[in-house]
């Protein structure tokens, strides 16, 4: 990297002056540029406001401000700036003046080159050398802000993960360099929902926006804060004097009012926010923290929008035998391979839990959560863990419960439709193979028993299959195809009815006539004879 260069600046009422000293600068050997010149003190002024020289030469007499006063002036506003006065012997005791308001040097008329350059030098010097220091002042604050919002993360991931552990006042403020005090402990958890489907980078975006609100809004009323984006949410806890609890009770709805107002911009999403309950030491911080993830889960009944705050306690919905119920309506809509049947599966649960009184959010989610693990482990799927793990995440975006049956209705559907499809494909493949043989061969004296074989089918079930997929037996099938090739050759050819009989297959001509007149209502001549 290469020396910074300075900018310099000359302030002189004498236009020859101001050229004499540009000239008397080695801007290359000193790494400076002169980027404004100005002959009284007024336009001195607002050039260095415009400008920001790092380097003011001005003289110490001029009209409009002094150089006295062009030096209080821009001091002000510009408190680094470095200022070298030029005076003549008459003046002298004004730069003495002058030293008092900070100025880096003074020069004396005549102006001479090597102490100009001397002077130039040793401020260049100065100004550098605090500024690499300023730098690795930022660095080190840099450095040790990032180690401080390490430790707070760390607490905070520990809190979400270790419901057992017990963390005193002194831990967090030795271990994990929190400002925390005697009051309130308090977590919460601010839930992002959306419809459809949404990008990380998107739920990243929106979850710094609502990080961002909370700080803002928390920080300066609380002994400590600390959140964090934890999957579609931001969780954290707040620590504050317990006369605040109303107060921080008003913010959090004040958040979620703002939140709410401004959603239209982030697109179809929604915004609820848990509040837990609150603890008097730091101790009650991993269960408050944990109940703030329950808490949520109420808005799957009670909707999105709102502040909850009430720690919800199991209901008797494992009364009701709801997942026995499902798996077997599921297991038999699977075996049928039907979408309705499954539908029906998903609405019944839905109706069982609407009729379960005081069932709680993160109850519905785990029995949605376990039909799915119970449907995905009745059909063939090739990587179940990845699977239900994607179910999981688009499932953790919805605000509803309808909307997570929603979700779970829809799995069903994609799975058996895919296994519908791939039985349709094996059934109709055999059939299809079978009919090209028939086609191959029909003029040759071939048997159910021999196509059935060909296709790697036994008979019975080859013939059963074959009704099921073309509607009509074996038998019946074959007979149509020799008599669709009989009514080509006699209306296209002149070969004798009893070689056309022999060609599509027959060796008694009496009954290939009776066949064919069964099967059109004429016997081979008159066809013939009408459309050949």
Known sequence: MGIETLKVMIADDEERICQLIEALIDCDALQMKVVGVAHNGLEACELVKSLRPDILITDIRMPGYSGLELIEKVKESEENLEIIIISGYAHFAYAQTAI??????????????????????????????????????????????????????????????????????????????????????????????????????????????VQGLLENSFRSRCIEFVAGIKGTGCIGFLNYESERTEEIRRIFRD??????????????????????????????????????????????????????????????????????????????????????????????????????????????????????????????????????????????????????????????????????????????????MAKQYIQNHYSEPITQEEVSGAVGLSAAYFSVLFKKVEGEGFAKYLIGVRMEQAKILLRETNIPVSKICQQVGYNDLKHFTHTFEKTTGVKPTVYRKMYG
């Open 100 to 209: 008092k308001f900070g100025v880096g040097d003074y020069l004396l008329k005549p102006i001479n080159k090597e102490e100009l350059t001397g002077t130039l030098r040793k401020l260049g010097e100065k100004i550098r050398s605090r500024r690499r220091m300023e730098e690795d002042q930022q660095r080190i604050w840099q450095k040790s802000e990032a180690d401080i919002r390490l430790f707070r993360m760390n607490f905070l991931s520990r809190l979400t993960e270790e419901s057992a552990w017990n963390p005193s006042l002194e831990e967090l403020r030795e271990k994990y360099y929190l400002h925390a005090g005697e009051g309130i402990f308090q977590g919460f958890l601010v839930k992002v929902d959306c419809e459809g489907e949404i990008s990380r980078a998107g739920m990243d975006l929106i979850l710094g926006k």
């Open 255 to 432: 958040c979620l009012n703002q939140l709410e107002s401004e959603k239209g911009i982030f697109g179809p999403v929604m915004f609820t926010a848990a509040l837990a309950s609150a603890a008097k030491d730091p101790g009650g911080l991993p269960e408050s923290v944990s109940q703030a993830s329950l808490i949520i889960e109420d808005r799957l009944l009670k909707g999105t929008g709102k502040l909850l705050e009430r720690v919800p306690a199991a209901s008797a919905i494992h009364e009701q035998n709801i997942l026995e119920k499902y798996v077997r309506q599921i297991v038999h809509a699977i075996e049928v391979m039907s979408v309705e049947e499954s539908e029906e599966a998903a609405a019944q649960m839905r109706q069982t839990i609407l009729e379960v009184r005081d069932v709680k959010g993160f109850e519905v989610r785990e029995l949605i959560y376990s039909a799915a693990r119970l449907f995905l482990s009745q059909v063939d799927v090739k990587n179940r863990a990845e699977t239900l793990k994607d179910f999981e995440e688009r499932s953790s975006v919805c605000g509803s419960m309808d909307e997570l049956l929603a979700r779970l209705t829809s799995l069903q559907k994609e799975y058996v439709e895919e296994m519908s499809r791939k039985h349709e494909a094996d059934t109709v493949r055999p059939i299809r």
